[in-house]
């Protein structure tokens, strides 16, 4: 499987580009920002549950559509705060019945850390997500370069947690170099 | 190799005098030359003979004496009789003297690298013959005298011919092993010419060595006169009886067992080093040719007296000297000559050298050496403003008649004042160090001389010579203005004081009464120039790695760097310093090499040849360049205090806006300032140095209060109870991206109970009860929106008011501005 070909139309703004990464203090603000781009803000009041600091009960998958209703990003929402910084996400994406490509991900956590914004990066650039069908791999790392290990020392074989979420996305372009 | 001197010093040998002789080709009016002194009569022709005066000395050994009479014997033709050994020459100069075979001889072999004339320490030779096979590396040679004073450097290529004549030449040093085509060997004239030849020598004169002390000039002449009586004299009357004095006084004090006068001695040794006439005159040479009828004062034989013609004759002279022994006597080395006319001088190739002349002015003080030598006593005059030239010149031979070089530098009047000649120096090759290229000699003369001003142009005048007193004026040198380097030293700054208000800073010098600028400043156009540090240039740093150092055709010393740096780093580095471990050196520019890789040269001063500058490895060491402390680009002019004739400032402050340093200032900083000097000519601009710098704080004024409608909208509340707040410009101006925005929040008390007086104005009480939000201040987006979150709200009931304030803010000083007060009513919106 490759990795997926940058296509310029596909690209996210620049000033995306332009803001700090995960661990800066200032990344909620990009949070912000990227719902303030998509125009969230203003649009007309959502429903109490569909905000975005409503909490869900239990972790949710969402689609972030921007001002001209394109899908822009991925919202992981989670009950909980959740250290983002542990959080290594995979992209597979098909229209095809096999998978393929694959997109690294950059994460935007909000700043009480129970929502993620996914971003998809192709060429190391924030791309829109095209429609198709998807296959996430998330990984929580128990052990992670300077953080506190989670895991007793002893129990070398649990280094991190992995789950995976398969789904389909209807909205968008298709994705075609 | 700006220095051919051995790193390792050969050491000084005190090797007893060898009586030598020297002879000349025939020499008649057809290639003297013009005479160095005026005189009508022509030269008469013949070989000129001179030997050394070594009897008086006492070093080491007892002095032999002065002595009585000097036999000249002189040799039939030899290439009758004797196999001429003629050297095949590529490198060197052609042969002064032919000598028979037999007195050359393989040199001793002391290393590899090294072969001596013999195995004793004070062995010498005369001259020298190398050959290289075609296949040797090329190899520097250097040539080393008995005593190590003076060197002759060579470089050879494979299959060169080496051959160079050279008084008590001892030693050829190879910088590596050669390939030899035989052992080098040496002509060895310490011979006696009926011992070692087999020949049998006439005399053909005997010169009293004595009658001229007691003898007037008008008939010691006839030493050297036409045959039809006229004299070929060109020294004075004076001079003679001077020479005569002190002559009678060394003879007298020789005789008489006691120490000979030491400056009477070196006197007459210097008459007869420097002028081949006095030699003659006073006995210590002879002319083997056209005489007056007669024997003369020294019984010359008229019959055997040499006429032109081919041929190779052996000359030896005898020393008579009477001991309490008896007679004893003593033989000079041997010569080889032939009466065939010798070639004329000829002017050399004057090259002046990088960087050509360069001026400074120097104070001087005069120093007396005083009664004792550790006491000197020092003028308590003041110290005079004298300017100096420094400038080097090569010169180039490949004539081997040209045996002096004779150089005076000179340079033109300026200001009301005159030029002070420096004199004339003459040197022989074997006098210093000299190279040898080819069959070109070249030599190097260095002055430090000093001429009426800046302006002044300088030039050398060049002659050659040789030791029989033939002289040739050559054209001088071009003259050439000195460039000036330029040291005076400004009156510093006292302080700097920025007024924020005004925007302008006042910059007050030194308050020294008694500084003057120096004369340089005063005459051309001098002024003290203000100087401020360009703000936010760094000065450039580069680290490359720099080759091994070589030396550049104008005596530079260059290496290759790489990375190549830009074309604009490479001006803005030029004049820096390129570091290689502790070596330093000033950069004098980069230049392409022949297949793109980049030059930096550099100026270094080796204290002696093959000293490494600094070592590599891998063919790489790690280097800095960094750019001048001096450099344009770190300093900007800000103005300019005009000197007074009489070296006095115009004033001694200036005040100027900030904004000739910087525009638009937009924040706070610090600036720097300095002095230095500038003067003018030919428009052309010096510079001394900058003076240290002073600092001077800029306290900007802080942004201005944001002025524009803002919409609150509260996002929601998180899991740890912030709620979250967005101000967005709501159809309006937006946000000045200048700065970031600072957000605060409280609730603040309700205050309309309270009677007008007692009320506080929000903005205060925002400053003492505002609590800061979740972030820093921030840049709004898009000049638009900006989001923040506070504990303070979440605890504000539904329905209650809340303040915020949002105020400017620099980030490059942190200043703050007053803010803009928006108070709104706080919604539940849950969480």
């Known amino acids: ?177 | 190799m700006s220095s051919f001197l051995p790193c390792h010093e050969p050491d000084r040998l005190a090797c007893p005098d060898v009586f030598r002789l020297r002879v000349s080709g025939w020499i008649d009016k057809s290639n003297f030359g013009d005479p160095r002194w005026p005189i009508n009569t022509p030269p008469p022709e013949g070989m000129r003979l001179r030997w050394n005066f070594p009897f008086l000395s006492a070093n080491p050994g007892p002095r032999i004496g002065y002595p009585l009479r000097f036999i000249v014997w002189r040799t039939g033709d030899l290439t009758k009789s004797k196999e001429i050994f003629h050297p095949e020459v590529k490198v060197g100069h052609a042969p002064r003297t032919l000598a028979p075979r037999k007195l050359w001889r393989e040199m001793h072999k002391r290393s590899d690298n090294r072969f001596d004339v013999g195995e004793e320490r004070c062995d010498s030779a005369d001259a020298v013959y190398v050959q290289l096979t075609s296949t040797s590396k090329p190899v520097q040679a250097t040539l080393l005298d008995a005593s190590g004073a003076k060197r002759v450097a060579v470089s050879l290529s494979p299959g060169d011919q080496f051959y160079f004549e050279m008084a008590e030449f001892k030693a050829i040093v190879f910088s590596e092993r050669p390939s030899l085509v035989n052992v080098p060997i040496c002509l060895d004239l310490r011979v006696n010419l009926k011992q070692s030849l087999d020949v049998v020598p006439s005399a053909i004169a005997v010169v009293d060595a004595r009658i001229w002390t007691h003898t007037k000039l008008t008939d010691i002449g006839q030493r050297l006169s036409t045959r039809d009586l006229q004299p070929f004299v060109t020294i004075g009357t004076d001079e003679w009886d001077d020479l005569r004095r002190r002559g009678a006084a060394v003879v007298q004090a020789t005789d008489a067992g006691t120490e000979p006068p030491d400056a009477d001695l070196k006197y007459l040794l210097l008459a007869a080093a420097t002028r081949w006439e006095a030699a003659v005159l006073m006995g210590w040479g002879f002319l083997d040719g056209e005489h007056p009828p007669g024997k003369g004062l020294d019984q010359i034989d008229g019959a055997a007296m040499m006429t032109r013609s081919p041929g190779i004759y052996g000359y030896q002279v005898e020393a008579q000297t009477h001991t309490p022994a008896g007679i004893v006597s003593t033989f000079s080395s041997a010569f080889f000559a032939s009466p065939d006319p010798m070639a004329g001088l000829s002017a050399p190739a004057v090259r002046l050298l990088a960087p050509g002349p360069i001026c400074e002015m120097q104070l001087s003080k005069k120093v007396d050496i005083g009664k004792l030598p550790d006491q000197p006593v020092i003028s308590k005059e003041d110290a005079r403003e004298a300017v100096y030239c420094n400038v080097g010149y090569e010169l180039d031979t490949d004539n081997a008649c040209n045996e002096v070089m004779f150089t005076s530098p000179w340079a033109l009047d300026s200001h009301g004042d005159t030029f002070k000649e420096v004199g004339e120096f003459g040197s022989s090759f074997g006098d210093r160090t000299a190279i040898v290229s080819g069959f070109k000699v070249v030599t190097r003369r260095d002055f430090n001389f000093e001429i009426p001003f800046v302006d002044s142009r300088v030039w050398l005048k060049v002659a050659v010579g040789d030791h029989w007193d033939r002289y040739l004026k050559c054209p001088p040198t071009d003259e050439e203005l000195p460039r000036l380097r330029y040291r005076g030293r400004a009156l510093p700054l006292d302080k700097a004081v920025c007024n924020g208000k005004d925007r302008t800073v006042t910059l007050d010098l030194l308050a020294d009464k008694t500084w003057k600028a120096d004369r340089i400043a005063r005459l051309l156009n001098g002024r003290i120039e203000l100087l401020s540090k360009t703000p936010g240039v760094e000065k450039k740093e580069l680290k490359v790695g720099s080759g091994p150092p070589f030396l550049m055709e104008d005596r530079s010393w260059g290496a290759i760097i790489d990375p190549v740096p830009s074309l604009s780093d490479q001006g803005i580095l030029t004049g820096g310093v390129l570091q290689v471990g502790r070596f330093t050196a000033r950069v004098i520019r980069f230049l392409p090499g022949s297949t793109g890789e980049v030059i930096c040269s550099f100026e270094a001063n080796p204290a002696c040849a093959g000293e490494r500058l600094y070592s590599v490895s891998d063919g790489r060491a790690d280097a800095i360049l960094s750019e001048s402390d001096d450099s344009e680009r770190l300093w900007k002019l800000v103005s300019e205090i005009k000197i007074f004739p009489d070296g006095t400032p115009e004033s001694r402050s200036r005040t100027v806006p900030i904004s000739s340093i910087l525009d638009p200032i937009i924040t706070s900083l610090t600036f720097r300032f300095a002095t230095r000097l500038a003067v003018s000519r030919d428009g052309r601009t010096d510079w001394g140095p900058i003076s240290a710098p002073v600092a001077a704080p800029y306290l900007h004024d802080p942004p201005e209060r944001p002025e524009l409608c803002l919409k609150i909208s509260q996002l929601g509340v998180d899991y740890y109870g912030r709620s979250m707040l967005r101000a967005a410009a709501d159809n309006c101006k937006e946000l000045d991206s200048r700065f970031r925005n600072a957000v605060v929040g409280a609730h603040l008390p309700d205050q309309s109970a309270l009677p007008e007086k007692d009320k506080v104005p929000p903005e205060r009480l925002l400053a003492q009860l505002g609590g800061k939000g979740l972030f820093g201040p921030q840049q709004a987006f898009r000049g638009k929106a900006l989001f923040e979150g506070f504990t303070a709200l979440e605890g504000t009931a539904d329905g209650e008011a809340f303040t915020i304030g949002v105020s400017n803010y620099r980030e490059s000083d942190n200043a703050e501005g007053p803010p803009l007060v928006v108070t709104f009513i706080a919604r539940d919106v849950g969480d």
């Open chain 1, 1 to 177: 499987m490759t990795p997926a070909v940058f296509a310029a139309r596909w690209a996210l703004p620049s000033w995306v580009r332009r803001e700090p990464n995960i661990g800066n203090s200032d990344v909620g603000l990009f949070f912000f920002r990227l719902f303030e781009w998509a125009g969230i803000f203003e649009a007309n009041p959502l429903a109490a549950d569909e905000r975005v600091f409503a909490r869900p009960a239990s972790a949710d998958l969402n689609l972030v559509m921007d001002s001209t209703r394109t899908p822009a990003a991925l919202l992981l929402r989670t009950a909980e705060p959740c250290d983002w910084r542990r959080v290594d996400i995979t992209v597979l994406h098909r229209m095809k019945p096999e998978f393929e490509r694959r997109f690294e991900t950059r994460l935007v956590p909000a700043p009480d850390g129970c929502a993620c914004v996914i971003l998809l990066l192709a060429d190391e650039i924030p791309v829109r997500v095209p429609r198709g069908e998807y296959a996430l791999r998330l990984r929580y790392k128990y052990r992670l370069d300077d953080l506190a290990s989670l895991v007793n020392s002893v129990d070398s074989n649990a280094t991190l947690d992995e789950c995976q979420i398969a789904l389909t996305q209807p909205m968008g372009g298709v994705w075609n170099v």
